[in-house]
């Protein structure tokens, strides 16, 4: 308690962390703005009472003090907010260029390989193969990394356009699974439904969207859990929602990290250790996308047994 | 300078870029050894002592700073040079890897597979271990 109040007061210390010099540095200016207050409020004080009643003068020099104090806290507010953005922005850069460069730098050296002036002897096919695949899938890699990032973009600029209809989330589930089958073929995907009546049963959301958040939360089951374990999605009605979840056998999720899990950029640390590409966005996006279709989004988790995710969306009557 | 009994250790995680890698300096004559995660690197650099090591830095299991570390506390794999090869490029990580004892830091996006070769042949001719 008393370090951060020490913490605020160290002005060089504040304006280190926006990176900014010291005359575009909030604190700083806050401060050389209540030493013009002072000054301005003394001579006012000065000049009122040589020339008003001492009662109007006291009235002059508490409406001045008013309202530089209320121009200067927005000023300074104004300057923190342009400040603040700007480091966001330039941290964003750095996340996106260096997710973006791994898989750049991968397909320089496959294209490298692949270029006949530097093989020793022809590659044989098979080989080749293995590095256009290779290619493909870093190719794949960039234009997901993008598209996520253009939806946390949207997502802040509050430019999402929604086109919501009744759909099935079970028909939904039902070609995610394939996919997902098909892309991590090492994990037992099982869809459960547990009455005909929910395979009937519709939502009413952005159907486009609610397919992307299906597909951060099974790409993140697939990812943090282990070759051969089972991932089972499940539709349930609760009152007047249908509840979608799915659950792993993966790492779980530490307690210490659950609560910031949602954040942008945020990754647990197992989840840094198991799994060295991800983009921390996936779950920011899923909640955003899930929120602004009027759903409720949450989770379940326990290191080293397992997480389960889900979300819920009102039911069509 | 003669580079067929060479032997390098390659801790990266990409499978793609080991096979690329791999494939390149065994062409020029090099003994390479390959691992995918921080740990297993470890086990590797003990057993075989190789001439030089490539680390990248963001690995599972063990970071490559971690890896970094060990490698230097312990008396048989500390005068290894050790080229930290990784697409992070912030000053922080520079620093850091350069205080941990890396003996060069590169940004793979910057670098060819040639100009990777060249640059560890350098690396190899330029290394005097500490006595």
Redesign the interface.
């Known amino acids: 308690m008393y370090m951060r109040i020490l913490d605020s007061l160290n002005i060089k210390k504040q304006c280190a962390q926006y990176r900014v010099g010291l005359w575009q540095c909030p604190q700083f200016l806050f401060l050389i703005m209540g030493m013009i207050i002072i000054v301005a409020i003394a001579a006012t004080n000065t000049l009122a009472n040589r020339y008003v009643a001492p009662e109007i003068a006291a009235l002059i020099v508490l409406a001045l003090a008013g309202v530089l104090f209320v121009i200067g806290h927005m000023i300074v507010s104004a300057f923190d907010r342009v400040a603040r953005s700007a480091r966001s922005k330039s941290e964003f850069i750095?996340i996106i260029s260096?997710h973006l460069?791994?898989p750049?730098?991968?397909i320089?050296?496959?294209i490298?390989?692949l270029l006949p002036q530097?093989?020793?002897g022809r590659l044989q096919a098979s080989e080749s193969a293995?590095?256009l695949n290779?290619i493909r899938?870093?190719n794949e890699r960039m234009i997901f990394a993008v598209n996520d990032l253009l939806d946390v973009n949207r997502i802040e600029d509050n430019d999402i356009v929604l086109c919501p209809s009744a759909f099935s989330l079970v028909e939904l589930s039902r070609g995610a699974v394939i996919k997902f089958s098909q892309l991590y073929p090492s994990r037992s995907f099982s869809l459960h439904i547990e009455s005909e009546d929910i395979t009937t049963m519709q939502v009413y959301a952005d159907e486009e969207h609610i397919r992307r958040v299906i597909q951060h939360l099974m790409d993140n089951a697939a990812c943090y859990s282990s070759e051969g374990s089972s991932i089972m999605v499940r539709i349930v009605p609760e009152e007047a929602f249908a509840k979608w979840s799915v659950a792993d056998e993966g790492i779980g999720i530490p307690p210490q990290d659950q609560p910031r899990i949602f954040e942008k950029f945020f990754r647990a640390q197992n989840a840094a250790?198991?799994?060295?590409g991800g983009l921390g966005i996936g779950l920011f996006v899923a909640k955003s996308l899930v929120k602004l279709s009027r759903g409720k989004i949450g989770f379940s988790s326990a290191p080293g047994k397992g997480s389960t995710f889900w979300f819920a969306l009102p039911i069509v009557k | 300078m003669d580079t067929k009994n060479k032997r390098i250790l390659f801790i990266e995680?990409?499978?793609?870029?080991r096979?690329?890698?791999g494939?390149?300096f065994q062409?020029d004559g090099y003994t390479v050894f390959e691992a995918s995660d921080g740990e297993d690197g470890m086990l590797i650099a003990k057993k075989e002592l190789p001439d030089l090591i490539l680390l990248d830095l963001?690995?599972?299991?063990k970071?490559g700073f971690e890896v970094l570390k060990e490698l230097r506390k312990n008396p048989d794999t500390k005068h290894i040079p050790v080229v930290v090869l990784t697409?992070?490029?912030?000053s922080e990580d520079v620093e850091r890897a350069l205080a941990y004892g890396a003996t060069t830091y590169l940004v793979?996006?910057n670098y060819?597979?040639?100009d990777l070769v060249a640059k560890i042949k350098s690396v190899l001719e330029h290394h005097s271990p500490a006595l």
């Open positions: 750095s260096h460069r791994a750049l730098s991968a320089k050296w496959q490298d390989v530097n093989q020793s293995k590095y290779a899938e870093n250790r198991h799994q060295t | 995680d990409e499978e793609a870029l096979g690329a890698f494939e390149t062409r963001i690995l599972p299991k970071s697409n992070l490029e912030g793979k996006a060819s597979l040639d």
